[in-house]
């Protein structure tokens, strides 16, 4: 008869965060939301894989994440997989050597984000595909880690993300990860997976844009004018020179009944600031909405 349920420890994944603080001193210390979110990428990148049957030839393994407290003296995130096997009398679930761990899901994962395939290779009698990436870099993986790699590519994009999301911190340099061999295999001297900003910006989603704007009152001078093209102005104020949309249409309507502007005059500009940010690049325009006084530099005469 089935007994309880027990958790077995499967694998096991530490990731070290490597940087320095303002005053030089070695990183000992993350914001609380990065370690929530590397937490949560690591919870639904390991849900879809599991689901995807990549850790248990007969399908999922129900596997749930822990996460064991830090080594004191370094900033360690140690996480633990365990499975929820339920024991038969005298029929123990055994393990499955070779099956891959966290480890090597995130290293697939992150691999496949900054670099395409070049070529691959099936090995329908072991169950396993060999992949040649662009970079010269091979991987043999299962083929139910392939096919789940080549799914939901924006989920995971954001699952990556938020793994790697302390080294949007300027004072994070790296994140270094040990990884643990297949399960059942035994190696001396785990592999380390080092992460760094290029990774985190090559997993930034595509379609991640963002957009705002803000509105206040600068003097400036007219320094390009362009009677035929209200998009083609020229605003130059004490801190710089952007290109403006006019749309005081009023003011334009003066302009081209004669206004003569001169390159000194002081104007006080209502102007409204759109900024659109897409990938981590970020674009403002300006619109002068309303031109609000207008003061001639030489004589000081309000028009």
């Known amino acids: 008869m089935p007994t309880e349920p027990t958790d077995s420890v499967v694998d096991s994944l530490t990731l070290r965060f490597d940087g320095e603080e303002a005053d030089g001193s070695a990183l000992h210390e993350l914001r609380a939301a990065h370690v929530a979110e590397v937490l949560q990428g690591l919870v639904g990148l ?95 993986v299962p083929t139910a880690a392939w096919e789940e790699l080549n799914k939901r590519r924006r989920r995971r994009k954001k699952q990556l993300r938020e793994i790697m999301a302390p080294l949007s911190d300027p004072r994070v340099k790296s994140l270094d990860v040990a990884l643990s061999p297949a399960v059942g295999d035994a190696v001396e001297e785990p592999e380390v997976l080092v992460l760094r900003r290029s990774d985190y910006d090559a997993v930034r989603p595509e379609d991640e844009v963002e957009e705002k704007y803000k509105t206040f009152e600068v003097e400036g001078q007219m320094s390009a004018i362009d009677f035929d093209n209200s998009k083609k102005w020229k605003v130059k104020t004490k801190d710089e020179t952007r290109g403006a949309v006019m749309d005081d249409q009023e003011f334009l309507a003066r302009v081209a009944g004669g206004l003569a502007i001169r390159k000194d005059d002081i104007f006080s500009l209502k102007v409204r600031a759109d900024s659109k940010t897409k990938n981590g690049s970020t674009r403002t325009t300006w619109t002068v909405v309303k031109v609000v006084t207008h003061r001639r530099a030489a004589s000081d005469d309000n028009s």
Request: proline share 4%; charged share 25%; hydrophobic share 40%.
């Open 46 to 140: 390991t849900d879809d894989f599991d689901k995807a049957g990549v850790f248990d030839t007969d399908g999922p393994a129900n596997s749930e994440i822990l996460v064991r407290p830090a080594q004191e003296g370094s900033f360690l995130i140690e996480v633990i997989r365990v499975v929820n096997e339920v024991i038969v009398a005298n029929a123990p679930i055994e393990t499955v050597v070779g099956l891959p761990t966290i480890g090597m899901i995130l290293k697939w994962a992150t691999r496949s984000a900054r670099a395409d395939v070049q070529s691959i290779e099936r090995d329908k009698e072991n169950g396993l595909v060999k992949i040649t990436w662009q970079d010269n870099t091979m991987d043999e």
